[in-house]
């Protein structure tokens, strides 16, 4: 396996990004090198991507999801040494379910106190000790709605914060790691714009509303900044900072309806909007480029950071399982697909493995099939 090499410089070690060697004459760059051990030539350093397939829940590199189900996009979050991975439903019996399952950073699985009632469509994030889960959808009918805010800390004790103002499912939720934002959503009475903020200790405040009413909307943070991301029919783009005051970020070139947001290290990134293979990407002070596009256009994705590597999903349920891999440059790597063709599962990082949760085909097949990838 690839390791990476380095050099003294100052007296220190430093990581070699990238080695030439003359050709001809010319610079060339190399790909790989090679040193002799015992008589036999190892690899010591390659270019290629740090990234790769571990294994799945069906060669038996890791326990499955306990239920098979659709997490979705949003359902998943950390705390402590653990990915939980919560709630979500069977689109084939309209079954939805309360389960939440833990994986630790070994990828140890266990099975915490359930949520506290069924949910599907809820949104999910990471605030200091704490992973929240809230709003949600209980039937399947995505019309009866809550305003529970589940809490679970580094022990995976389930508590419950401060509830919503209003029931809401399809909502979207980020942290720039001194709030947490639960953002729009939709019940009964139609779109929601209004914006729930949790500070480390789980005390509630009231943001600034939504420029628009969302539902089926993304969201981001570079840690200055949370990008609220399009949603359903909308193009607009609001930016929280770190005191919740809000303004306008860039727009789109196309509505943003179940896309999925994910922060890098240098740009927010979204893609998979609408069936798209469009990658927009928000640097430090919000300049929207589109630099690079994913391999084919998909939908209902999942995305997940490991590392200096952003790792987006499989797409369409009915055609493909391709991974498309980019790295802080926003240069595009092939990498081993998910093992089964599906789409509407859950990314999420622990330790040093990014997990891909369950999800569904077009076949009626629901999925308790986790893949991992990992940084050799």
């Not at 949760?357 to 893949?371: I, K, L, M, Q």
Request: with cysteine; glycine share 10%.
């Amino acid at each position: 396996m690839a390791k990476a090499a380095y050099i003294g410089v100052d007296n220190k070690a430093r990581k070699i990004s990238k080695g030439y060697i003359g050709v001809d004459g010319v610079a060339r760059e190399i790909s790989k090198g090679y040193v002799g051990v015992n008589g036999v030539a190892r690899p010591f350093w390659s270019s290629e991507p740090e990234v790769v397939k571990y294994g799945s829940s069906v060669d038996g590199a890791i326990s499955a999801l306990s239920t098979a189900r659709q997490p979705g996009v949003e359902q998943s979050a950390g705390v402590g040494d653990y990915a939980l991975i919560a709630g979500g439903w069977d689109y084939v019996t309209g079954e939805v379910f309360a389960t939440v399952d833990a994986y630790n950073s070994e990828l140890v699985h266990s099975v915490a106190t359930s949520l506290s009632s069924t949910r599907e469509s809820l949104a999910a994030v990471s605030i200091g000790n704490y992973a929240l889960f809230g709003g949600g959808t209980t039937d399947g009918s995505r019309t009866t709605t809550v305003n529970t805010v589940n809490s679970y800390n580094t022990s995976l004790v389930r508590g419950t914060a401060t509830s919503f103002r209003t029931a809401k499912g399809e909502l979207t939720a980020a942290s720039n790691g001194t709030y947490a934002l639960f953002s729009g959503g939709i019940n009964a009475d139609g779109m929601i714009n209004e914006v729930d903020a949790y500070n480390t200790s789980l005390v509630r405040s009231i943001a600034g509303d939504s420029s628009v009413t969302r539902r089926q909307a993304t969201s981001a943070s570079n840690g200055n900044y949370i990008l609220v991301f399009c949603g359903a029919n909308n193009r607009s783009v609001d930016a929280y900072d770190n005191s919740l005051v809000r303004s306008s970020a860039p727009s789109t070139s196309s509505n943003g309806t179940n896309a999925v947001g994910v922060f890098n290290g240098t740009h927010m990134l979204f893609s998979g909007a609408n069936t798209t293979d469009l990658l927009w990407a928000y640097d430090a002070d919000l300049v929207l480029t589109t630099p690079n596009t994913l391999s084919i256009q998909r939908s209902h994705i999942d995305a997940v950071q490991l590392g200096n590597y952003t790792i987006f999903g499989s797409a369409d349920g009915s055609t493909t399982k391709v991974t498309d891999i980019f790295d802080r440059d926003l240069i595009r790597i092939s990498e081993d697909p998910l093992t089964v063709i599906r789409t509407s599962y859950a990314a999420i990082a622990v330790g040093n493995y990014a997990l891909f949760c369950g999800g569904a085909d077009n076949d009626d097949h629901v999925y308790d099939t986790v893949d991992v990838y990992t940084i050799a």
